[in-house]
Structures are given as C-alpha cells and as structure tokens.
C-alpha cells in the first residue's frame, strides 16, 4: 500500500516533502510511487578510497535505520581532504536536517557544492533539504540548478513541480508536469504529482483549487474515490449543493467506508427536503463513527422533529453516555470555551487561519454549542469567504431555525456574497465563552 492509500487522511504538505526528500537523498527504493535520486552517486571520475565508501554505506545505513546522530558521529571521522569529501559534506547535511538543524545543514550543502559545483544530485539534495524546513525560495532554486545542470535528473522535475505548487506558483508548477508528462515514462509520476497537488491545495481550503486539480487526476484515474470526496467537500463549503451532491454519491459508491462523505450527504439531503435518504446517510455514518457527536445530535435532531420518540430517545441517551464519559476524561464543554476564546485571541492578533481552526475544534468537542460554528462562519465572512460562510451558517440552522444571531450574520453573508462588501462593517464580534 502506499503511503498515501489512507481513507482520505493524507499527511500535509510538510510531511510529505520530508518523507520524499530523505528517501530522495538516501538513494532508497521508497514506497511512494515516483522515482528518486540518491546522494551524489559516486562518478568514474571521483572514485572514493575503499574507506571512504565503506563509511558513506555505513553513514547511509545508519540514517535509513533511523539514526541520523550516529551517522552523523561516524562522519565526523572522515577524511574530508580525500576523494569523496562533497559526498560526505551532502550525507552530513541529510544528518543535520534530520536532527532539525536547517543552519548547519545549509553549511555542510554549500561545502558539498563549493567541492563539486556541476554535480546536479548535490543540488537536489540541497533543495530537499531546504524545502524540509519550508524554505521553498532557496529549495527552489536549488532544484532549477539541477534541472539545469541535468534536465533528466530522475526526481529533479518531479520535486521542483512540487515546491513550486507549495509555494502557491502552480502556473510555473504545471509547466513542470506538462513537461513531465511529455516522457511517456514519467506519466506515472506526473500523475502521482497531480494527486499530491490536489492534497497540498485541499488542505489549504482552497476549494475552487481542489476542485480544479482533483478533476485533472480525474482524467487519468477515474474511479478514485478520494477525488471524489474532495471535490464534494469543496463543493459543499463553496455552497454548490447540487454539485456537491454528484460527487459525494460517487464517493460513497466507491468507497462504502467513508464516513465524512456519508455525513456531508446527510447534511445535503436533510437541506434538501428528502428526510428519509438524509437519516439513511447519517445513521451509516453514526454507524462507521459510532462516537461522532455530530452526526448523533444531528440524526436526534431530525428524529425530535419527526415525532420519532424511539429513536431520540436512543440518541438521547447515546449523547448523554458520551457527555458523561468526557466528564470522566476531561471536561468537554471547558475544553471547547477554551478552545472558542482562544480562537478570539488569535482572531484579535490577525491569525485568521489559527482562528478559524480553534473554532473549528470548539465546535467538534461541543456539538450543542452553535456559538462555535457561528463564530466559524462569522469569521469566513471577515476572510471574504462569504459562500462557505453561508452554508455553515445553513447548517446551523437545519438544527436550530429560530437561532436569531444565526439568521442575522446569514443575512449579512448573503450581501456580501452579492458583492455588497460595505455590509462587511455590520457584522458583530465573536461571542466569547464564559
């Protein structure tokens, strides 16, 4: 399985530069499904003393067998006057990285490149390295000097595509692929490119982005169910319910075992009107995540406003059980008010993004609690993000009809999703918890 065939949970960005850039550096055969390079691989021209390579293997074995300090100590004997000196300066910098020491990393790169500054793998290395630490201005450059000293670098293009589209240029990212693409032989990778792409955007929330790129691996991989799910989601808070609809059944169709898509589709159905598929959503996805407190209060709510006293009694006490529980754990309505006046604070400060995730979390420890969710959509408001405002907002009324603040920001949101951004000074502050 590939590290990626997760249930839709993919790691971030971040991580998945990591992963890719070791495994890049270390010359291993990766489960991750494009090809990579090593560390500067020895050349006719540069044979190393038999010691020398005897350590480099050694150093190499250590670092693959997750011990990077030992490596590092072995290193720290050689000889960096003999043949093989760069290679040992680039290993040592792997070693460095590692142990999150990006300053003395960039110092034992630059070394490796001052001894052999036309060898293109050295680059790569560099830019991975760099690129591991978020520094995608220099990961940049080094991997176009790669390219340029090798065009055909395996992994080169790849990896450069990449810290491209991390960096937000995926104009200059998707000229990458195209030229990618163009080698029969690298379709594979290109593609897995395309996946990670799609991730990298997705977990931005930049959902038009998401929507774009998982519809290109579409092309290539029609039957992904992730694409799929991903594409339903940035429908979903991109307000395009009839759209998002579509994609979700296709998700589920493919992959039976998903809760979130069964949960969005409750939510969609129970929007639209058609109860019946709406509970028939929510209760497979109360039956995939039997702890999700928002699918349960949902499906009680539905069932109190249906008359339905069987099944609301059954959820009732299904909440009550788990509220106790947090009560033996930890406080959960204290954790969510902690978790709400924080995201003020940070809101306050102008981390919108550090802002909008606590709310986010308050609102999954306290399902009960609209304060949360609205404070969430008042903020996507503030962020110009007026149609992802609206459908959280209609969420929170499909539990709660009546909920006058609610109806009020939603009244706002739709002017502002109108163009009327004057409306924007109207909107209250957070409601903070006491």
């Known amino acids: 399985m590939s590290l990626f ?16 850039a070791w495994l890049a550096i270390l010359g291993m055969m990766s489960q991750l499904s494009f090809p990579l390079i090593g560390v500067a691989q020895t050349s006719p021209r540069a044979q190393h003393s038999p010691s020398t390579s005897a350590l480099l293997d050694q150093a190499k074995r250590l670092v693959q067998g997750g011990d990077p300090q030992g490596a590092l100590s072995l290193l720290e004997r050689a000889d960096l006057h003999a043949l093989g000196a760069s290679e040992i300066h680039a290993l040592k910098g792997v070693c460095l990285a590692l142990l999150a ?21 050295t680059y790569l290395s560099s830019g991975l390295a760099f690129a591991n630490f978020d520094d995608l201005d220099r990961a940049s450059a080094r991997l176009s000097t790669a390219l340029r000293l090798d065009p055909h670098l395996p992994g080169a293009r790849f990896n450069y595509a990449l810290v491209l589209a991390r960096a ?13 693409f163009a080698d029969k032989q690298e379709q594979e990778s290109a593609l897995d490119l395309w996946r990670l ?10 959902w038009q982005d998401t929507i774009n790129a998982y519809g290109k691996v579409l092309k290539f991989q029609p039957n992904w169910p992730e694409a799929y799910f991903a594409r339903g989601e940035a429908f979903y808070y991109l307000n395009l319910p009839q759209k998002s609809m579509p994609e979700l059944e ?23 009107g058609r109860q019946q598929e709406a509970i028939a959503q929510l209760e497979e996805a109360h039956r995939l995540q039997p702890n999700d407190r928002a699918a349960i209060y949902r499906l009680y709510r539905i069932y109190v406003h249906n008359g339905d006293t069987i099944n609301s009694s059954r959820l009732e006490k299904e909440l009550q059980n788990l509220a106790a529980r947090d009560i033996a754990e930890s406080n959960g309505e204290a954790k969510a008010a902690i978790l709400n006046n924080t995201g003020i604070e940070l809101e306050k400060k102008g981390d919108l993004t550090g802002a909008l995730d606590h709310y986010d979390q308050a ?4 399902v009960t609690n609209v304060v949360f969710p609205r404070n969430a959509a008042l903020l996507l408001c503030k962020m110009g993000r007026p149609q992802e405002a609206i459908r959280r907002l209609r969420d929170i009324l499909s539990l709660d009809s009546d909920d006058a603040e609610t109806l009020q920001i939603l009244a706002v949101a739709n002017e502002l999703a109108a163009g009327d951004l004057a409306k924007k000074r109207t909107l209250p502050a957070a409601q903070a918890s006491h």
Do not use: C
Request: a negative charge.
């Open 197 to 206: 792409k799609a991730r990298d955007v997705y977990y931005q929330k930049k």
């Open 363 to 366: 609102a999954k420890t306290d």
């Open 5 to 20: 065939e997760s249930h839709y949970r993919p790691i971030s960005p971040t991580n998945r530069l990591r992963v890719a």
């Open 250 to 272: 296709k998700a589920v169709a493919l992959d039976p075992e998903k809760f979130t898509a069964h949960e969005l589709l409750g939510k969609l159905y129970q929007d639209a």
């Open 168 to 180: 937000g240029k995926y104009a200059e990212s998707e000229e990458q692929v195209d030229i990618e």
């Open 101 to 121: 020491k990006p300053i003395e990393s960039a110092e034992e790169f630059d070394q490796a490149i001052a001894l052999r500054p036309n060898y293109a793998p």
